[in-house]
């Protein structure tokens, strides 16, 4: 075929800037666009958290339609100005760049293709395809101009048509209930995050007095419903159930869909204070508070480190896929100790804490208690504290720790905690419990400060989790498995009446959808609309079959039969109990029979020469950071020597924790130890060896 006038111009020339920015529009939408809105579109709870809606939300799509694709025409046309033919080569090195991402992207999500090999064979081929293509051919590239529009449309889905833009569109109107006369009693709701009553009791069942002495404390004078459940293990679908007493619908957990709720139901009677992340139930002008920050502020710079995170992970070459996200974590006051401005780490996949400064108190929570006044009359204090919830990163004492980051250390601060087997499950809940102890001290705090209100005798308190977590290996965090029913679905639930100063134990059959009826018949409020739930107060509640029900991530209605029986035990915990001044690491030692090597020096054995090995953050390690957190986590490899036996670190002489050696994602002789809180100093001589029947291998260290 021979080449037309305009095919022949366009040879010599290139296509001029008009074209130029349509074809990069449309292959921007294939990469970029469509991927990151699709993601985002399906995570409203994102927005709640970083406090961006209304016409935030329509910048933040407009954004990410059109800054890349004019980000890359600009940078084509500032090269063409002083070569143009270096700025056609620039703009056929993006065409290939995008159409790469884009087939990588398919290959990934869509096909399955796991083997980095694979994806970038499949991205390097068809850049090359495409800017050949691109061209040679009008007809390809009228084609990629005519997919101008896909970076709009994706914008108008995101808008209109996601769950995300739920956000942008106004509430039904709620029904309000009619109260009691007479002055109602203010209500104090703390829900806690990830939290099981697994981890909560000692090994006679009841709260363990040593690990959590404030909420043994409460309990003493609540009552605890020790049978109640969540219905379901994700935080936007368990929270609109337990603040509407329905069942899981599965929308976007935002006032549109649930204008029914516990803020709506009070509003008529109560003061809302009301702190909500990463939902947004309370979307009415009567709460007062509503932001996950200290602000309320619109939080962008974090809002696009996680999308450039998102796009890195869906782009890289890993074989991991996660597309929905819904890990958020408080955000801290610096400790006065470390004397440094507040420097908040960024979000993303598993990047919580590159960059943490040293932490101390939620400032959510300091605001939360800060708005307690009994002389204010009837108010809803809610407060939804996202701990101990990961990332792991606190000691019993609220002692902030770090985590090396480099890979295969990744999994210990990321939420793929269940596939590394038994050392990695155990050492993941050992740090789980820790920040539940962490937790406990955070609740003492807000009941001191409501005995200092005045709001203490009078008020209804109320102190639950929205769901558990598992560390059975193979389980997934919050899947339903038999192996794992006790820890996902069993979560706390404390509630002191008004008046209420001696506890009790309830153990009626309750779920979360029971726990509305239950705050509105104390308070003596009818619910203007259907509900799932009971209150606890309800004689037809002894009716009950002892069974539970729970909806699995895909909306599938489970029942369990036998519920009650079903009731979790510290026994079956990777890590037990702990006795009074017990070191809170026992249990990591205990499970490989340490305490023959702890407290003592390597010379104290018969030492050989064993291999090398390499640790990830050494440096940090042997002189932490001023004013940072200091690893918390002692993470390796073995590369040459023995490894017949079990790893034992020793600081300055001193062994102090230890390590199996495992595999994990393909990485043998792996080995991860927990290092007691005052193990490093300023300045520490790091050792590594392997512990056998006939005494030490000492490794050369060498950094990861």
């Known amino acids: 075929m021979e080449p037309t006038g305009e095919q022949e111009h366009r040879d010599r020339t290139g296509p001029g800037p008009r074209d130029e920015l349509l074809v990069l529009l449309g292959l921007t939408g294939f990469a970029v666009t469509e991927p990151l809105l699709s993601v985002f579109g399906r995570s409203p709870s994102v927005f709640n958290y970083h406090d961006v809606g209304g016409a935030g939300l329509v910048a933040y799509a407009v954004g990410v339609a059109s800054v890349p694709p004019l980000a890359l025409w600009l940078a084509t046309r500032l090269v063409g100005l002083g070569h143009r033919p270096a700025g056609r080569v620039v ?34 081929s068809t850049g090359i395809a495409v800017a050949l293509a691109y061209t040679r051919w009008t007809m390809v590239s009228s084609w990629l101009k005519l997919t101008a529009v896909l970076p709009a449309l994706s914008a108008a889905l995101f808008l209109f048509a996601s769950e995300t833009g739920d956000l942008l569109r106004p509430a039904a109107t709620s029904r309000v209930a009619t109260p009691n006369e007479g002055a109602l ?109 200290t602000t309320g502020r619109a939080r962008w710079s974090e809002l696009f480190g996680l999308t450039a995170s998102v796009l890195r992970q869906r782009t890289s070459l890993s074989g991991d896929r996660a597309e929905r996200f819904d890990d958020f974590e408080e955000r801290f006051a610096p400790s006065p100790a470390a004397g440094a401005p507040e420097r908040q780490p960024p979000r993303g996949f598993g990047e919580a804490m590159r960059t943490a400064q040293a932490l101390a108190r939620p400032l959510r ?37 770090d985590v090396p980051v480099s890979p295969p250390s990744r999994f210990l601060f990321s939420g793929n905690n269940t596939d590394g087997g038994e050392w990695v499950a155990t050492l993941s809940e050992q740090r789980h419990l820790l920040q539940a102890e962490y937790t406990d001290r955070l609740i003492g705090d ?16 109320i102190i639950t989790a929205d769901h558990g977590v598992s560390f059975e290996p193979g389980t997934g965090r919050r899947q339903l498995r038999a192996a794992s029913f006790d820890a996902t679905a069993y979560t706390p639930l404390f509630v002191k009446e008004p008046g209420q100063a001696a506890g009790r134990i309830d153990e009626a059959n309750l779920m979360s959808y029971d726990l509305l009826p239950t705050t509105a018949d104390i308070l003596g409020i009818e619910i203007p609309w259907p509900v799932a739930g009971r209150s606890a107060r309800d004689p037809a509640l002894a009716e009950r079959r002892q069974e539970k029900i729970y909806w699995t991530g895909r909306g599938q209605r489970i029942t369990v039969p036998d519920g009650a029986e079903r009731f979790p035990r510290a026994t079956d915990r990777w890590i037990g109990a702990v006795a009074e001044q017990d070191d809170r690491l026992r249990g990591l030692h205990d499970a490989l029979g340490l305490h023959p090597f702890l407290g003592r020096a390597p010379e104290e054995f018969a030492l050989r020469s064993g291999g090398r090995v390499t640790v990830a953050q050494l440096a940090r390690l042997e002189r932490p950071v001023p004013g940072e957190p200091a690893p918390g986590i002692v993470v390796g490899n073995v590369e040459s020597g023995p490894v017949d036996g079990t790893i034992v670190v020793a600081i300055d002489g001193e062994i102090v924790t230890g390590s199996p050696l495992f595999a994990f994602r393909g990485v043998d002789h792996t080995f991860a130890a927990m290092l007691p809180k005052e193990a490093l100093s300023e300045q520490n001589a790091v050792r590594v060896l392997l512990a056998r029947d006939d005494g030490l291998s000492e490794f050369a260290v060498a950094a990861d």
Request: glycine share 6%; charged share 15%; hydrophobic share 50%.
């Open 91 to 124: 703009h056929l090195v993006a065409v290939a760049g995008l159409a790469g991402l884009a087939a990588l992207q398919v290959a990934k999500w869509q096909l399955g293709v796991g083997r980095g090999v694979v994806l970038a064979a499949v991205a390097v």
């Open 185 to 293: 009693p203010s209500v104090v709701f703390l829900l806690l995050d990830e939290f099981p009553t697994k981890s909560l009791v000692d090994e006679s069942g009841n709260v363990d007095p040593v690990r959590f002495p404030n909420l043994a404390a409460f309990a003493r004078e609540a009552t605890w419903y020790r049978l109640y459940t969540t219905v379901s293990g994700l935080t936007e679908v368990a929270i609109p159930v337990v603040l509407t007493g329905k069942e899981p619908t599965f929308q976007a957990a935002v006032h549109a869909n649930f204008p029914d709720n516990l803020f709506s139901l009070l509003a008529p009677t109560h003061r809302l204070r009301v702190f909500e992340s990463p939902t947004e139930l309370c979307a009415m002008p009567e709460c007062d508070f509503r932001g996950s920050g």
């Open 365 to 401: 929570l300091a605001e939360f208690s800060a708005t307690f006044d009994a002389a204010e009359g009837a108010t809803l204090y809610f407060l939804h504290l996202l701990l101990p919830h990961i990332p792991f990163r606190f000691y019993e004492d609220g002692q902030p720790y």
């Open 446 to 461: 807000v009941i001191a400060r409501l005995k200092a209100s005045g709001l203490w005798n009078d008020a209804l308190v």
